[in-house]
């Protein structure tokens, strides 16, 4: 079992920052990738951002590209998603999320979520 515990959420006036942290604990992974997802009030879930552990390559939502920066830090086990240039339509509880490669496109292990508010 991997768990996975967010924080970092908050309010922001547009146009700010946020960084989201997600920490790791318990199964290792040699083929692991973290995952940011997303739920807006009455949307759908949808990706953000996605980073391989092993070779740190990143993956991105075209609505984020250019705003949102994904990484990770091996030796706390920790990934992190910095926001920047945060629009309303950025508002959304953000999910970390981890698999292992060979499961994707399923992620199988979730943290609880934390809130992000982009007030105009």
């Known amino acids: 079992q991997v768990q996975l515990v967010e924080s970092g959420g908050g309010l922001v006036q547009a146009g700010g920052s946020l960084r989201l942290s997600c920490a790791a604990s318990?199964?290792?992974?040699?083929?692991?990738?973290m995952g940011w997802f997303r739920r807006a009030p009455g949307k759908e879930r949808e990706f953000v951002a996605a980073?391989?552990?092993?070779?740190?390559?990143?993956y991105y939502a075209d609505s984020v590209k250019g705003r949102f920066t994904i990484s990770r830090d091996n030796a706390k086990n920790t990934g992190y998603l910095q926001m920047n240039s945060l629009k309303p339509e950025d508002t959304a509880v953000y999910y970390c999320?981890?698999?292992?490669?060979?499961?994707?496109?399923?992620?199988?292990?979730w943290g609880q979520g934390t809130q992000v508010t982009v007030s105009s």
């Open positions: 999320a981890g698999t292992d490669v060979g499961r994707l496109p399923t992620y199988d292990y």
């Open positions: 318990g199964r290792a992974f040699s083929r692991y990738r």
């Open positions: 980073i391989t552990w092993s070779s740190g390559r990143t």
